[in-house]
Protein backbone atom coordinates (compact mmCIF):
# COMPACT_ATOMS: atom_id res chain seq x y z
CA UNK A 1 0.00 0.00 0.00
CA UNK A 2 2.86 2.53 0.66
CA UNK A 3 4.94 1.43 -2.42
CA UNK A 4 1.46 2.23 -4.36
CA UNK A 5 0.90 5.96 -2.40
CA UNK A 6 4.56 6.85 -3.50
CA UNK A 7 4.01 5.95 -7.14
CA UNK A 8 0.77 7.04 -7.34
CA UNK A 9 1.95 10.79 -6.15
CA UNK A 10 3.76 11.93 -9.41
CA UNK A 11 0.49 11.43 -11.36
CA UNK A 12 -1.61 13.10 -8.70
CA UNK A 13 0.71 16.02 -9.16
CA UNK A 14 0.72 16.20 -13.17
CA UNK A 15 -3.15 15.86 -12.95
CA UNK A 16 -2.66 18.63 -10.66
CA UNK A 17 -0.81 20.81 -12.81
CA UNK A 18 -2.56 19.84 -15.77
CA UNK A 19 -5.59 21.65 -13.92
CA UNK A 20 -4.30 24.53 -13.27
CA UNK A 21 -6.22 27.61 -14.60
CA UNK A 22 -4.21 30.36 -16.60
CA UNK A 23 -4.74 33.91 -17.10
CA UNK A 24 -3.10 35.68 -19.74
CA UNK A 25 -2.28 39.18 -20.34
CA UNK A 26 -2.16 41.22 -23.11
CA UNK A 27 -1.32 44.78 -22.90
CA UNK A 28 -2.84 46.01 -26.10
CA UNK A 29 -1.91 50.09 -27.66
CA UNK A 30 -5.00 51.25 -30.07
CA UNK A 31 -4.25 54.69 -32.06
CA UNK A 32 -6.08 56.58 -34.70
CA UNK A 33 -3.34 58.07 -36.64
CA UNK A 34 -0.63 59.10 -33.67
CA UNK A 35 -3.42 59.56 -30.99
CA UNK A 36 -4.09 56.73 -28.68
CA UNK A 37 -8.04 55.71 -28.65
CA UNK A 38 -9.01 55.90 -24.22
CA UNK A 39 -12.84 55.47 -24.71
CA UNK A 40 -13.20 51.67 -25.61
CA UNK A 41 -14.94 49.01 -23.36
CA UNK A 42 -14.14 45.47 -23.03
CA UNK A 43 -17.05 44.52 -25.36
CA UNK A 44 -15.41 46.71 -28.06
CA UNK A 45 -12.48 44.29 -28.32
CA UNK A 46 -11.95 40.44 -29.61
CA UNK A 47 -9.02 37.63 -28.75
CA UNK A 48 -7.86 34.88 -30.62
CA UNK A 49 -5.28 32.29 -29.80
CA UNK A 50 -3.96 30.54 -32.38
CA UNK A 51 -6.96 31.62 -34.54
CA UNK A 52 -9.94 30.86 -32.08
CA UNK A 53 -11.81 32.88 -30.73
CA UNK A 54 -11.64 33.69 -26.41
CA UNK A 55 -13.72 34.89 -23.36
CA UNK A 56 -12.03 38.52 -22.70
CA UNK A 57 -12.59 38.17 -18.64
CA UNK A 58 -11.64 41.39 -17.83
CA UNK A 59 -10.00 44.84 -19.05
CA UNK A 60 -8.12 47.55 -17.47
CA UNK A 61 -7.43 51.15 -19.17
CA UNK A 62 -3.95 52.26 -17.94
CA UNK A 63 -2.26 55.78 -18.24
CA UNK A 64 1.61 56.26 -16.99
CA UNK A 65 0.95 53.78 -13.57
CA UNK A 66 -2.50 54.47 -12.66
CA UNK A 67 -5.49 52.42 -13.63
CA UNK A 68 -8.19 54.71 -15.09
CA UNK A 69 -10.87 52.43 -15.89
CA UNK A 70 -12.12 48.63 -15.05
CA UNK A 71 -14.28 46.24 -17.11
CA UNK A 72 -14.80 42.66 -15.93
CA UNK A 73 -17.50 39.76 -15.55
CA UNK A 74 -16.85 40.05 -11.48
CA UNK A 75 -16.48 42.15 -8.27
CA UNK A 76 -14.12 44.84 -8.96
CA UNK A 77 -11.74 44.07 -5.82
CA UNK A 78 -11.86 40.22 -6.92
CA UNK A 79 -10.69 40.23 -10.15
CA UNK A 80 -8.01 42.66 -9.16
CA UNK A 81 -7.11 39.99 -6.92
CA UNK A 82 -7.62 37.48 -9.79
CA UNK A 83 -5.64 38.80 -12.56
CA UNK A 84 -3.01 40.73 -10.55
CA UNK A 85 -2.72 44.44 -13.11
CA UNK A 86 0.71 44.50 -12.37
CA UNK A 87 1.31 48.45 -13.42
CA UNK A 88 4.78 49.23 -12.06
CA UNK A 89 7.25 50.26 -14.57
CA UNK A 90 11.01 49.11 -15.49
CA UNK A 91 12.47 50.89 -17.99
CA UNK A 92 15.88 49.78 -19.67
CA UNK A 93 18.07 51.87 -22.24
CA UNK A 94 20.52 50.60 -24.64
CA UNK A 95 22.64 52.82 -26.08
CA UNK A 96 24.50 51.33 -29.08
CA UNK A 97 26.02 54.44 -30.38
CA UNK A 98 29.63 54.99 -31.58
CA UNK A 99 29.00 58.70 -31.52
CA UNK A 100 27.95 61.41 -28.73
CA UNK A 101 25.71 64.45 -30.38
CA UNK A 102 23.82 67.03 -28.11
CA UNK A 103 20.48 65.91 -29.34
CA UNK A 104 20.99 62.33 -27.69
CA UNK A 105 21.66 64.54 -24.49
CA UNK A 106 18.39 66.34 -24.85
CA UNK A 107 16.72 63.24 -24.70
CA UNK A 108 18.89 62.05 -21.38
CA UNK A 109 17.06 64.92 -20.17
CA UNK A 110 13.53 64.25 -21.78
CA UNK A 111 13.63 60.91 -19.76
CA UNK A 112 14.60 62.06 -16.63
CA UNK A 113 12.57 65.38 -16.04
CA UNK A 114 9.84 64.22 -17.82
CA UNK A 115 9.45 60.56 -17.50
CA UNK A 116 11.54 58.32 -15.09
CA UNK A 117 9.61 58.56 -11.63
CA UNK A 118 10.61 57.59 -7.74
CA UNK A 119 8.80 54.31 -8.15
CA UNK A 120 10.15 53.20 -11.48
CA UNK A 121 13.06 50.96 -12.14
CA UNK A 122 15.71 51.59 -14.34
CA UNK A 123 18.70 50.14 -16.13
CA UNK A 124 20.77 51.76 -18.39
CA UNK A 125 23.14 50.13 -21.56
CA UNK A 126 26.15 52.00 -22.54
CA UNK A 127 28.39 51.18 -25.35
CA UNK A 128 30.85 49.91 -22.47
CA UNK A 129 29.25 49.48 -18.92
CA UNK A 130 26.05 48.52 -17.51
CA UNK A 131 24.53 50.93 -14.74
CA UNK A 132 21.43 50.49 -11.93
CA UNK A 133 19.82 53.50 -11.03
CA UNK A 134 19.89 53.79 -7.40
CA UNK A 135 16.40 55.33 -6.24
CA UNK A 136 17.99 57.04 -3.35
CA UNK A 137 19.51 59.71 -5.36
CA UNK A 138 15.63 61.05 -5.77
CA UNK A 139 16.54 62.66 -2.20
CA UNK A 140 19.98 63.52 -2.85
CA UNK A 141 19.96 65.52 -6.43
CA UNK A 142 17.69 67.36 -8.32
CA UNK A 143 16.70 65.95 -11.87
CA UNK A 144 18.62 67.83 -13.76
CA UNK A 145 21.80 66.77 -11.52
CA UNK A 146 20.65 63.39 -12.27
CA UNK A 147 20.41 63.90 -16.18
CA UNK A 148 23.66 65.66 -16.16
CA UNK A 149 25.71 63.02 -14.70
CA UNK A 150 24.72 60.23 -16.29
CA UNK A 151 25.06 62.31 -19.69
CA UNK A 152 28.79 62.74 -18.58
CA UNK A 153 28.81 58.76 -18.21
CA UNK A 154 27.60 58.18 -21.79
CA UNK A 155 30.07 60.65 -23.04
CA UNK A 156 32.79 59.09 -21.08
CA UNK A 157 31.62 55.24 -22.21
CA UNK A 158 31.08 56.15 -25.79
CA UNK A 159 34.81 57.64 -25.72
CA UNK A 160 36.58 54.72 -24.37
CA UNK A 161 34.52 52.22 -26.29
CA UNK A 162 35.41 53.73 -29.47
CA UNK A 163 39.11 53.92 -28.28
CA UNK A 164 38.98 50.41 -28.29
CA UNK A 165 37.29 50.20 -31.82
CA UNK A 166 39.88 52.96 -33.26
CA UNK A 167 42.64 50.84 -31.87
CA UNK A 168 41.27 47.30 -33.70
CA UNK A 169 40.97 49.34 -37.23
CA UNK A 170 45.13 50.83 -36.62
CA UNK A 171 45.53 47.21 -36.01
CA UNK A 172 43.78 46.27 -39.33
CA UNK A 173 45.95 49.06 -41.17
CA UNK A 174 49.08 47.34 -39.74
CA UNK A 175 48.03 44.38 -40.90
CA UNK A 176 47.68 45.19 -44.79
CA UNK A 177 50.75 47.16 -44.63
CA UNK A 178 52.26 43.63 -43.57
CA UNK A 179 50.63 42.31 -46.54
CA UNK A 180 51.60 45.39 -48.60
CA UNK A 181 55.05 44.87 -47.63
CA UNK A 182 55.25 41.16 -48.21
CA UNK A 183 53.80 41.44 -51.35
CA UNK A 184 56.68 43.38 -52.73
CA UNK A 185 59.82 42.00 -51.13
CA UNK A 186 58.91 38.46 -51.26
CA UNK A 187 56.21 36.93 -54.01
CA UNK A 188 53.60 36.03 -51.26
CA UNK A 189 52.32 32.80 -51.19
CA UNK A 190 49.69 30.99 -49.57
CA UNK A 191 51.27 31.16 -46.37
CA UNK A 192 51.28 35.03 -46.30
CA UNK A 193 47.86 35.34 -47.38
CA UNK A 194 46.84 32.80 -44.76
CA UNK A 195 48.57 34.62 -41.81
CA UNK A 196 47.31 37.85 -43.10
CA UNK A 197 43.60 35.92 -43.15
CA UNK A 198 44.43 34.70 -39.40
CA UNK A 199 44.98 38.35 -38.04
CA UNK A 200 42.36 39.31 -39.64
CA UNK A 201 40.14 36.79 -38.18
CA UNK A 202 41.42 37.31 -34.85
CA UNK A 203 40.50 41.25 -34.91
CA UNK A 204 36.73 40.13 -36.32
CA UNK A 205 36.30 37.72 -33.23
CA UNK A 206 37.65 41.10 -31.04
CA UNK A 207 34.89 42.96 -32.64
CA UNK A 208 32.43 40.75 -32.30
CA UNK A 209 32.55 40.11 -28.80
CA UNK A 210 32.40 44.01 -28.40
CA UNK A 211 28.76 43.92 -29.28
CA UNK A 212 26.18 43.58 -27.73
CA UNK A 213 23.34 42.55 -29.44
CA UNK A 214 23.77 38.84 -30.68
CA UNK A 215 20.93 36.13 -30.53
CA UNK A 216 22.53 34.74 -27.63
CA UNK A 217 22.31 38.31 -25.70
CA UNK A 218 19.37 39.25 -26.63
CA UNK A 219 17.85 36.21 -26.30
CA UNK A 220 19.44 35.66 -22.45
CA UNK A 221 17.84 39.90 -22.44
CA UNK A 222 14.66 38.90 -22.84
CA UNK A 223 14.93 36.08 -20.29
CA UNK A 224 16.31 38.15 -17.60
CA UNK A 225 13.38 40.75 -18.47
CA UNK A 226 10.44 37.28 -18.05
CA UNK A 227 11.34 37.57 -14.93
CA UNK A 228 10.60 40.99 -13.91
CA UNK A 229 7.03 42.01 -12.72
CA UNK A 230 4.97 44.77 -13.98
CA UNK A 231 5.33 46.59 -17.27
CA UNK A 232 9.24 46.08 -18.92
CA UNK A 233 10.30 49.22 -21.10
CA UNK A 234 13.08 49.17 -23.70
CA UNK A 235 14.50 51.78 -25.58
CA UNK A 236 17.44 50.91 -28.06
CA UNK A 237 18.96 53.63 -29.01
CA UNK A 238 21.26 52.59 -32.11
CA UNK A 239 23.35 53.99 -34.93
CA UNK A 240 25.30 52.53 -38.10
CA UNK A 241 26.40 49.26 -38.39
CA UNK A 242 30.41 50.09 -39.67
CA UNK A 243 32.21 47.29 -40.36
CA UNK A 244 36.54 47.65 -41.31
CA UNK A 245 36.55 45.09 -45.08
CA UNK A 246 40.57 44.77 -45.97
CA UNK A 247 41.48 46.00 -49.03
CA UNK A 248 43.02 42.87 -51.03
CA UNK A 249 43.51 41.94 -54.32
CA UNK A 250 41.13 39.57 -56.30
CA UNK A 251 42.99 36.70 -56.29
CA UNK A 252 43.05 37.07 -52.34
CA UNK A 253 39.81 37.90 -51.00
CA UNK A 254 39.39 37.55 -47.02
CA UNK A 255 36.13 35.81 -46.55
CA UNK A 256 35.48 36.33 -42.68
CA UNK A 257 33.34 39.87 -43.39
CA UNK A 258 30.60 36.94 -44.41
CA UNK A 259 30.94 35.76 -41.24
CA UNK A 260 30.71 38.36 -39.09
CA UNK A 261 27.66 39.48 -41.23
CA UNK A 262 26.51 36.57 -39.90
CA UNK A 263 27.34 36.54 -36.54
CA UNK A 264 25.18 39.97 -37.20
CA UNK A 265 22.21 38.49 -38.09
CA UNK A 266 19.90 35.42 -35.85
CA UNK A 267 16.89 33.67 -35.69
CA UNK A 268 14.45 36.28 -35.99
CA UNK A 269 11.79 34.07 -35.24
CA UNK A 270 12.93 33.17 -31.71
CA UNK A 271 13.80 36.41 -31.28
CA UNK A 272 10.42 37.29 -31.75
CA UNK A 273 8.85 34.59 -29.78
CA UNK A 274 11.15 35.81 -27.08
CA UNK A 275 10.31 39.05 -26.56
CA UNK A 276 6.97 38.25 -27.14
CA UNK A 277 7.10 35.75 -24.28
CA UNK A 278 8.72 38.19 -22.28
CA UNK A 279 5.98 41.31 -22.38
CA UNK A 280 8.49 43.49 -23.42
CA UNK A 281 7.26 46.86 -24.89
CA UNK A 282 10.41 47.78 -26.91
CA UNK A 283 10.77 50.61 -28.44
CA UNK A 284 13.80 51.12 -31.81
CA UNK A 285 14.95 54.41 -32.66
CA UNK A 286 18.14 54.08 -35.22
CA UNK A 287 19.96 57.23 -34.84
CA UNK A 288 20.86 58.54 -38.13
CA UNK A 289 22.77 61.63 -37.42
CA UNK A 290 26.91 61.54 -38.54
CA UNK A 291 29.40 63.68 -36.87
CA UNK A 292 32.15 63.58 -33.96
CA UNK A 293 31.82 65.37 -30.68
CA UNK A 294 34.27 64.61 -27.80
CA UNK A 295 33.63 65.81 -24.34
CA UNK A 296 34.97 64.80 -21.01
CA UNK A 297 33.57 63.21 -17.85
CA UNK A 298 32.67 62.82 -14.39
CA UNK A 299 31.56 60.38 -11.65
CA UNK A 300 28.36 59.66 -9.40
CA UNK A 301 24.72 58.74 -8.88
CA UNK A 302 24.41 55.40 -11.05
CA UNK A 303 25.88 51.93 -9.97
CA UNK A 304 28.38 50.23 -12.48
CA UNK A 305 28.06 46.24 -13.04
CA UNK A 306 29.13 44.41 -16.27
CA UNK A 307 30.99 45.98 -19.70
CA UNK A 308 28.94 45.22 -22.84
CA UNK A 309 27.89 46.41 -25.32
CA UNK A 310 30.01 48.07 -28.31
CA UNK A 311 30.97 51.01 -30.74
CA UNK A 312 32.45 52.20 -33.57
CA UNK A 313 34.67 55.20 -34.76
CA UNK A 314 34.46 56.19 -38.70
CA UNK A 315 38.35 55.96 -39.08
CA UNK A 316 39.64 54.51 -42.92
CA UNK A 317 42.99 53.97 -43.62
CA UNK A 318 44.31 53.74 -47.22
CA UNK A 319 44.20 49.53 -46.90
CA UNK A 320 40.44 49.56 -45.47
CA UNK A 321 36.80 50.16 -46.55
CA UNK A 322 34.47 50.89 -43.83
CA UNK A 323 31.35 49.14 -45.16
CA UNK A 324 27.84 49.70 -43.60
CA UNK A 325 25.93 46.79 -42.29
CA UNK A 326 22.66 48.16 -40.99
CA UNK A 327 20.26 47.33 -43.60
CA UNK A 328 20.25 43.75 -42.35
CA UNK A 329 19.87 44.13 -38.78
CA UNK A 330 17.38 47.44 -39.11
CA UNK A 331 15.10 45.31 -40.41
CA UNK A 332 15.43 42.18 -38.40
CA UNK A 333 15.13 44.40 -35.26
CA UNK A 334 12.12 46.13 -36.90
CA UNK A 335 10.47 43.05 -37.03
CA UNK A 336 11.19 41.55 -33.54
CA UNK A 337 10.13 45.14 -32.00
CA UNK A 338 6.71 45.00 -33.90
CA UNK A 339 6.01 41.95 -33.41
CA UNK A 340 6.22 42.30 -29.17
CA UNK A 341 4.29 45.18 -29.85
CA UNK A 342 7.31 48.01 -29.85
CA UNK A 343 7.46 51.18 -32.07
CA UNK A 344 10.22 51.67 -34.68
CA UNK A 345 11.78 55.29 -35.42
CA UNK A 346 14.39 56.20 -38.06
CA UNK A 347 15.50 59.87 -37.21
CA UNK A 348 18.40 62.69 -36.95
CA UNK A 349 16.62 63.73 -33.54
CA UNK A 350 16.54 61.31 -30.74
CA UNK A 351 15.02 63.39 -28.60
CA UNK A 352 11.41 63.54 -30.36
CA UNK A 353 11.96 59.82 -31.33
CA UNK A 354 12.09 59.28 -27.91
CA UNK A 355 9.15 61.18 -26.34
CA UNK A 356 6.79 59.33 -29.45
CA UNK A 357 8.08 56.35 -28.05
CA UNK A 358 7.18 57.15 -24.73
CA UNK A 359 4.17 58.66 -25.64
CA UNK A 360 3.15 55.17 -27.56
CA UNK A 361 4.25 53.08 -24.49
CA UNK A 362 2.66 54.89 -21.69
CA UNK A 363 -1.29 54.09 -22.65
CA UNK A 364 -2.71 51.22 -22.90
CA UNK A 365 -5.42 48.37 -22.51
CA UNK A 366 -4.02 45.15 -20.17
CA UNK A 367 -6.82 42.55 -21.19
CA UNK A 368 -6.90 39.33 -19.45
CA UNK A 369 -7.93 35.93 -21.23
CA UNK A 370 -8.57 32.16 -20.10
CA UNK A 371 -7.37 29.84 -22.69
CA UNK A 372 -9.14 26.75 -23.01
CA UNK A 373 -7.78 23.65 -23.15
CA UNK A 374 -4.25 25.14 -22.27
CA UNK A 375 -1.38 22.39 -21.70
CA UNK A 376 2.00 23.50 -21.11
CA UNK A 377 3.49 22.28 -24.23
CA UNK A 378 6.34 24.66 -24.47
CA UNK A 379 4.70 26.26 -27.97
CA UNK A 380 4.51 29.15 -28.98
CA UNK A 381 0.52 30.68 -28.96
CA UNK A 382 -0.35 33.16 -31.07
CA UNK A 383 -2.43 36.21 -29.93
CA UNK A 384 -4.50 38.44 -32.41
CA UNK A 385 -6.70 41.25 -30.96
CA UNK A 386 -9.32 43.06 -32.74
CA UNK A 387 -11.58 45.94 -32.01
CA UNK A 388 -15.31 45.74 -33.28
CA UNK A 389 -16.00 47.45 -36.12
CA UNK A 390 -13.68 49.69 -36.05
CA UNK A 391 -10.43 50.62 -38.78
CA UNK A 392 -7.92 51.05 -36.01
CA UNK A 393 -4.26 50.72 -35.35
CA UNK A 394 -3.32 47.87 -32.75
CA UNK A 395 0.11 46.96 -31.36
CA UNK A 396 -0.15 44.18 -29.27
CA UNK A 397 2.61 40.93 -28.15
CA UNK A 398 2.21 37.92 -30.83
CA UNK A 399 1.86 35.64 -28.24
CA UNK A 400 3.53 33.73 -25.52
CA UNK A 401 5.25 30.26 -25.16
CA UNK A 402 3.16 27.84 -23.10
CA UNK A 403 4.88 26.90 -20.73
Do not use: C
Not at 176 to 193: I, N
Not at 253 to 280: C, G, H, N, R
Not at 291 to 307: A, G, K, P
Amino acid sequence: MLAAALTAAPLAQELQHEAVAVNVEVPVRVFKGDTFIDNLTLEDFEIYEDGKPQKIEAMYLIKKTGIKREEADMDEEEARKKFLPQVSRNFVLLFELHEYFPNVGKAVEYFFTDVLQPEDTLMIITPSKTYKFNNIAWDMFTRKEIAEDFKEKLRKDIKISSAVYRSLVKDLENIMMFYQTSKEQLAHGDDTVNMVRMMYSNILTKLRNLRHIDEKKLLDFANLLKEMEGQKYVFFFHQKLIVPLLKFSQDYQIEDLEDFEAFLSFDVEKAKMAFSDSSISPHFIFFTKTSRLDVDNRDEIFVTSTNLLDTRAIDTGTHIEMQDLSGSFYDSFKEIVQAAGGTVDSSANAASSLKKAVYASENYYLLYYAPEDYKADGKFREIKVKVKNRNYRISHRAGYIAD
